[in-house]
C-alpha cells in the first residue's frame, strides 16, 4: 500500500518537474511564431 502512494508522488513530482521546461519550450515557440510579441 506505501509503494502506491510513493509511486503516485513521484509520478506528480516527474509531471511538476517535466512540466516546467515544456511550459518554458512551449511558450518559447508560441513567442516565435507571433512577431512583436516578445515579453522580454
Known sequence: MI????GLAVLVLLGI???MPAR???LHMIGEG???YDDN
Open 34 to 36: 507571433h512577431d512583436g
Open 3 to 6: 509503494w502506491s502512494v510513493v
Open 24 to 26: 518554458i519550450v512551449v
Open 17 to 19: 518537474w517535466l512540466e
